[in-house]
């Protein structure tokens, strides 16, 4: 469990290693999925808007539609053996857009058949983890797999480890975020690379959060890509950046996978959008997989493992019960807070501590 967990935010064994996650119980998760509202008086209320999904992950608002990067259910290729169990390979990943018409939520996949590595049941997959639409264009990330893990090299396998424009039905190559990693190794650890979250800013740039990296790659408006900022260990643990949002102050926020829900020291790192330095940042949350912010300032912060979503107004947090949410997206205009929920399960569900979960999901909440 805990080795396969580590899938859904890693290349095989990478974050295992760097991050020491464990997931909550299916249990604590489950009894989450039962509720409407995660505090007293149950004034949140959640509308499940897209079933269905294939490992749900980061989310993206943008002119009236939600984006999200669905990890894929892998294949029937299967490779790897040990602790770590079979990685299943295959064409299953893709980028989906949810939106509502007039009567009902509908949803469909912008682009699909991207590489997808998961769990042989479909669960804890990898594969498009990261999406950013601004102004109509769409942005995608690929995790990324090194030859010596068998995974074939050819078109489309060739878009791992870059950062991809989404357009009509395709996904092209913008620049290759793997390779900063192999000639940078910015974080000066292994070199391992994880692109896992991307945000795309007014100015043209494309901003990637290496998760195994430890690091974020600025990428120009020509796709040249370089090393942009380094976060430091903390905690006994390195950073894992997995997740990025544009604040209304103007600036960067990163969150973090490090630390564990028992032990909550992952952070929301602030970051100068302009020359990657790091301003501050706030603490005391699980593993974070999604950030977001509302027109007032507001942050919400999705802790994977902690199956809950934290919204900071000022000195106090709210929660609302979530499992296992991954990406975080805030309507501009109305406030709603959409999140994906069981991101760690494809569409046909996975199996925890024995018991079979729902299916992927995207969930709205309202009064949040």
């Not at 893709?94 to 996949?109: E, L």
């Amino acid at each position: 469990m805990r080795k396969r967990t580590a899938l859904v935010v890693g290349t095989s064994v990478v974050l295992a290693v760097t991050a020491g996650i464990a997931p909550a119980s299916a249990t604590s998760a489950m009894s989450a999925a039962g509720t409407t509202g995660g505090h007293v008086g149950g004034k949140p209320v959640i509308r499940v808007i897209a079933k269905g999904l294939d490992n749900p992950r980061q989310l993206s608002y943008d002119d009236g539609h939600v984006y999200v990067a669905e990890a894929g259910r892998g294949g029937k290729k299967c490779v790897g053996e040990g602790e770590e169990g079979r990685t299943c390979v295959g064409l299953s990943s893709a980028v989906t857009k949810i939106y509502w018409d007039g009567n009902a939520w509908q949803h469909y996949r912008v682009v699909d058949r991207l590489p997808s590595g998961a769990a042989p049941d479909g669960g804890f997959a990898t594969g498009v983890d990261g999406v950013s639409a601004l102004d109509g264009c769409v942005w995608a990330v690929e995790t990324y797999a090194p030859p010596e893990a068998g995974i074939p090299t050819g078109p489309p396998w060739n878009t791992l480890g870059k950062l991809l424009s989404v357009d009509h039905g395709k996904a092209r190559i913008t620049a290759d975020i793997t390779a900063v990693e192999q000639k940078y190794n910015p974080h000066k650890a292994t070199v391992e690379s994880n692109p896992y979250a991307v945000l795309a800013l007014p100015d043209g740039r494309r901003i990637v959060a290496d998760a195994a990296g430890n690091d974020l790659v600025v990428v120009s408006p020509s796709g040249k890509a370089r090393p942009f900022t380094v976060f430091p260990d903390h905690d006994r643990h390195q950073a894992v950046p997995t997740s990025l949002a544009l604040g209304p102050d103007g600036k960067l926020y990163v969150g973090e996978l490090n630390g564990e829900a028992e032990k909550p020291t992952a952070r929301v790192w602030k970051v100068d959008p302009r020359t990657g330095k790091i301003l501050g940042w706030k603490s005391g949350f699980g593993s974070i997989t999604g950030i977001a912010f509302n027109g007032d300032g507001d942050l919400y912060v999705s802790q994977l493992f902690a199956s809950r979503v934290t919204k900071v107004s000022g000195s106090k947090r709210t929660n609302v019960q979530v499992p296992f949410p991954a990406g975080v997206a805030v309507d501009p205009y109305d406030g709603k807070v959409y999140v994906s929920a069981w991101s760690i399960a494809d569409r046909d569900g996975t199996v925890l501590d024995g018991r079979k979960t729902p299916g992927g999901q995207v969930w709205k909440i309202l009064g949040f």
